[in-house]
């Protein structure tokens, strides 16, 4: 415990209510909170705690405070965070608030207007919008001729997701997989975002002229890729879209690819989506940004600080409309392209010590993003974005 991180706070009304409150922090991972129902001083309250925008636990403070004379002064709970948050816990992404009302005892760091809500309470409504414009790629318009389209257009119009085996020569994959486990091994990663500037066969994966002609037909420009997952794990990334995360102007004028190159096991934390989610409104991400206080709005860090925000308002969706959510339990060789509004995560690997041997690629239209270097066409056929950053 330490005194340094000792704070104190005044307390005061939460509004709209005569349940008042305040929340101090102990120790970087203790906190304490006295709260007052003044119709009912005896009442226990509840209280949640997150952090990051991530709902960790529900308390109640139901210790009786006296006062010297013997009244009541409230209720008191204590919360210690989990051991596996040694380390983690950051005091201003704290959020304390009452369950009843979702507002913020006085002191919760995390306070301030969406994001005055705890993220359990913020709706897929608040952070979307529709946008059907003709700005948008020729398939995500409202006016299509059904008729003219390949069955892979047709598909992926409907579904936001293609699964292909067979489309990438099984060479080139294994080429790629040897050359990262002699870099690597199987453990390591590349710091860089953009390794095929320096992988020669990931970058000649990645511009693969089958797969760089399937991304034209989806979308009806040239791919080019400036973007790559290596790890051999799941990225454990919680249900979201991608389109949020990038530039607005580029709407969906991106896709991305994930690629076995093994069989993936069903215990290794699978790709999953909902199909034909890429239909329903789209994640904004000045929408999304509200959900932050105002002071980290800026960060660097904004995608994952508003996190569990955003996987949470998706997975309620999901749940409202009864969607179907659909595991990529891939084949060796077997390859996925997905929309840049198609709702999916990285699962939790059921045994975490199991390798998913995959690679994954995103890709925007060469024509689309003026704040990259210009794309440049590979000898095999497809394009990528020069895009140099150190690989370690
Ligand atoms: O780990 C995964 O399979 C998910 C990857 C992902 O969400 C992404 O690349 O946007």
Redesign the pocket.
């Known amino acids: 415990m330490s005194g340094k991180l000792q704070k104190a706070f005044p307390a005061g009304p939460a509004p709209g209510k005569r349940v008042i409150g305040r929340v101090t922090l102990l120790s970087q991972v203790e906190l304490h909170v006295l709260a007052l129902d003044q119709d009912s001083p005896e009442k226990p309250i509840e209280i949640d705690i997150h952090h990051d925008g991530q709902f960790l636990q529900r308390i109640t403070a139901d210790s009786e405070l006296k006062m010297r004379e013997g009244k009541p002064a409230g209720r008191t709970g204590r919360f210690s965070f989990p051991e596996n948050f040694a380390g983690k816990v950051d005091y201003n992404r704290i959020g304390v608030t009452f369950a009843a009302t979702g507002k913020h005892l006085v002191g919760s760091p995390a306070s301030a207007p969406l994001s005055d809500l705890p993220a359990d309470r913020i709706t897929y409504e608040d952070i979307t919008e529709v946008d059907q414009s003709d700005e948008l790629p020729p398939l995500d318009r409202l006016e299509v001729d059904e008729g003219s389209l390949t069955e892979r257009q047709a598909l992926f119009r409907e579904q936001g997701v293609l699964r292909l085996q067979g489309l990438i020569p099984q060479a080139a994959m294994d080429a790629y997989s040897q050359a990262r486990m002699r870099a690597l091994g199987v453990a390591g990663n590349w710091k860089s975002g953009t390794p095929f500037m320096h992988v020669p066969e990931l970058l000649s994966l990645c511009c693969n002229a089958g797969l760089g002609a399937v991304l034209e037909e989806l979308i009806s420009e040239p791919m080019g890729v400036h973007l790559n997952?290596t790890d051999w794990r799941?990225?454990e990334?919680n249900w979201?879209q991608?389109d949020y995360l990038n530039p607005p102007r580029l709407k969906s004028w991106y896709v991305?690819v994930?690629m076995a190159l093994d069989d993936i096991s069903e215990d290794a934390g699978p790709?999953e989506y909902v199909p034909g989610s890429h239909r329903w409104p789209v994640m904004r991400r000045e929408k999304v940004l509200q959900t932050l206080p105002q002071a980290h709005r800026a960060r660097e860090d904004w995608p994952s600080l508003t996190q569990g925000a955003v996987s949470r308002a998706c997975l309620e969706e999901v749940q409202r409309r009864g969607a179907r959510v659909e595991r990529f339990v891939a084949r060796k060789g077997e390859v996925l392209i997905w929309h840049s509004r198609l709702i999916?995560?990285?699962s939790q690997p059921k045994d975490p010590a199991l390798l998913r041997k995959a690679l994954?690629a995103?890709y925007s239209s060469i024509h689309r993003r003026p704040g990259f270097p210009p794309a440049v066409q590979a000898s095999e056929g497809g394009w990528y974005f020069p895009i140099r950053q150190p690989l370690f």
Do not use: C, E, K
């Open positions: 997952l799941s990225t990334r979201h991608d991305a994930w790709f999916h995560r990285g994954i995103h």
